[in-house]
């Protein structure tokens, strides 16, 4: 192909993207502003907004008027983050969480489902999924047709091109058939990622580490992940296997991938069959020997003894688990994440205490305060991500026929 006859279709794109990275990031902008932030000329400038326009993907303002001001006000335009949807969605071993969003990042609906007990068969736990989305489509008021891409959270390895990696043992409860589904069936984009990379993204985005470019997030509840941000970067390795933690085996002190919920769970459960009979007895009554993480922390928080030997123990041994994050990465923040993050808090100063041990220039350390949505909030950043990266070649709901 002659390059002369691309040139001119380059160079509008190249407009187009220019004009719509500077309205994604402004409330609204005048064509004198946006001159002033692409270096376009006027003609080139308002050519572009109406083009923009005509396509869905921004619209016109009405400029109040100054005073006594005489003629026409100068032209406003904004980028119209209502053209379309994106999801984010967290599947784990037992529940699925679902947010919808506009094109500016605010969250318009969302569900939440059980699969069944025991995680459920691929058929079961894909139909549950379907009916958690289409649950979350009514809530917050829009069609299937409003959707442009669908980001989805795992807790599994998934390799660099987005499918379940395999070997794993939960990976039947991944593989789900959903690009058929969503991508055939809905004509949705479906982006899949590891929850701990996604929630990495989250905080990066909107939480403790938001503006933070060399982050790491553990997640840290039933089991161990990471995810690492180096120089802005979200780290995935030649097989997306960046930030895995079955090496911890290999650790003294550690020995697996254990997180803290359920090190407390096991360990308040066996100072009750030991015969314990102080603080975590008395929250867990007298019929039952199995102690949950909430009640062995709360315990701790009242002052039982068994109860602070154990939270000290999960400390010491998370800390080898930063040291190991910290030597490798070199992150500037470590956020902990995860079911018990708000629990973790209390984890801080013996960690951090501990991590100095190890470390000669340790990380801060931070508890996410997302909770439950820290990795569907990542999902939602991960299609949106994918959205303004293929807007000029995807169709906002508004220019679809029928």
Same mark, same amino acid.
């Given at each position: 192909?002659?390059?002369?006859?691309?040139?001119?279709?380059?160079?509008?794109?190249?407009?187009?993207?220019?004009?719509?990275?500077?309205?994604?990031?402004?409330?609204?902008?005048? #064509?004198?502003?946006?001159?002033?932030?692409?270096?376009?000329?006027?003609?080139?400038?308002?050519?572009?907004?109406?083009?923009?326009?005509? &396509?869905?993907?921004?619209?016109?303002?009405?400029?109040?008027?100054?005073?006594?001001?005489?003629?026409?006000?100068?032209?406003?335009?904004?980028?119209?983050?209502?053209?379309?949807?994106?999801?984010?969605?967290?599947?784990?071993?037992?529940?699925?969480?679902?947010?919808?969003?506009?094109?500016?990042?605010?969250?318009?609906? #969302?569900?939440?489902?059980?699969?069944?007990?025991?995680?459920?068969?691929?058929?079961?736990?894909?139909?549950?999924?379907?009916?958690?989305?289409?649950?979350?489509?009514?809530?917050? %008021?829009?069609?299937?047709?409003?959707?442009?891409?669908?980001?989805?959270?795992?807790?599994?390895?998934?390799?660099? !091109?987005?499918?379940?990696?395999?070997?794993?043992?939960?990976?039947?409860?991944? !593989?789900?058939?959903?690009?058929?589904?969503?991508?055939?069936?809905?004509?949705?984009?479906?982006?899949?990622?590891?929850?701990?990379?996604?929630?990495?993204?989250?905080?990066?985005?909107?939480?403790?580490?938001?503006?933070?470019?060399?982050?790491?997030?553990?997640?840290?509840?039933?089991?161990?992940?990471?995810? @690492? @941000?180096?120089?802005? /970067?979200?780290?995935?390795?030649?097989?997306? %296997?960046?930030?895995?933690? %079955?090496?911890?085996?290999?650790?003294?002190?550690?020995?697996?991938? !254990?997180? @803290?919920?359920?090190?407390?769970?096991?360990?308040?459960?066996?100072?009750?069959?030991?015969?314990?009979?102080?603080?975590?007895?008395?929250?867990?009554?007298?019929?039952?020997? /199995?102690?949950?993480?909430?009640?062995?922390?709360?315990?701790?928080?009242?002052?039982?003894?068994?109860?602070?030997?154990?939270?000290?123990? @999960?400390?010491? &041994?998370?800390? &080898?688990?930063?040291?190991?994050?910290?030597?490798?990465?070199?992150?500037?923040?470590?956020?902990?994440?995860?079911?018990?993050?708000?629990?973790?808090?209390?984890?801080?100063?013996?960690?951090?205490?501990?991590?100095?041990?190890?470390?000669?220039?340790?990380?801060?350390?931070?508890?996410?305060?997302? #909770?439950?949505?820290?990795?569907?909030? %990542?999902?939602?950043?991960?299609?949106? !991500?994918?959205?303004?990266?293929?807007?000029?070649?995807?169709?906002?709901?508004?220019?679809?026929?029928?």
């Amino acid at each position: 192909m002659d390059a002369s006859t691309s040139t001119p279709q380059l160079l509008r794109r190249t407009n187009l993207r220019a004009v719509l990275e500077v309205l994604r990031t402004v409330p609204s902008a005048t #064509g004198t502003d946006l001159i002033s932030a692409t270096g376009l000329t006027r003609a080139t400038v308002i050519a572009v907004c109406d083009d923009l326009i005509a &396509r869905g993907w921004a619209r016109e303002r009405e400029s109040p008027r100054i005073g006594g001001q005489k003629g026409r006000p100068a032209r406003r335009f904004e980028f119209n983050a209502g053209a379309g949807h994106v999801l984010g969605l967290d599947v784990g071993i037992a529940t699925v969480r679902v947010l919808v969003s506009d094109l500016s990042g605010t969250v318009v609906g #969302g569900s939440e489902a059980r699969f069944p007990r025991h995680g459920g068969v691929p058929e079961q736990r894909r139909r549950v999924l379907s009916a958690a989305v289409d649950q979350a489509l009514a809530d917050a %008021g829009i069609t299937s047709a409003a959707v442009l891409c669908v980001g989805m959270g795992i807790a599994a390895q998934v390799t660099g !091109d987005g499918a379940v990696a395999p070997g794993q043992e939960v990976a039947p409860m991944f !593989d789900l058939g959903l690009r058929k589904e969503f991508g055939e069936g809905r004509g949705w984009p479906l982006l899949v990622e590891n929850d701990a990379k996604l929630a990495a993204l989250a905080e990066r985005w909107r939480g403790v580490g938001a503006g933070e470019k060399n982050l790491a997030v553990i997640l840290a509840g039933e089991r161990l992940g990471s995810g @690492i @941000i180096e120089s802005g /970067r979200l780290l995935h390795g030649a097989s997306g %296997g960046t930030g895995a933690m %079955g090496a911890l085996e290999l650790v003294a002190g550690v020995g697996n991938e !254990d997180g @803290i919920a359920k090190l407390a769970r096991l360990w308040g459960s066996a100072a009750l069959k030991d015969g314990h009979d102080g603080g975590i007895r008395a929250l867990v009554g007298p019929a039952t020997n /199995r102690a949950s993480a909430r009640l062995v922390f709360e315990a701790a928080e009242a002052g039982d003894p068994v109860a602070e030997e154990i939270l000290d123990r @999960i400390a010491r &041994r998370m800390a &080898r688990v930063l040291a190991l994050v910290s030597s490798f990465f070199d992150p500037k923040l470590i956020v902990i994440g995860g079911a018990v993050a708000a629990s973790a808090t209390a984890l801080l100063p013996v960690m951090t205490e501990e991590l100095a041990r190890y470390v000669s220039e340790p990380p801060r350390l931070a508890v996410s305060d997302m #909770g439950k949505m820290l990795v569907p909030t %990542g999902a939602v950043r991960l299609a949106l !991500d994918y959205v303004e990266a293929h807007m000029l070649e995807l169709v906002p709901e508004v220019r679809r026929p029928g």
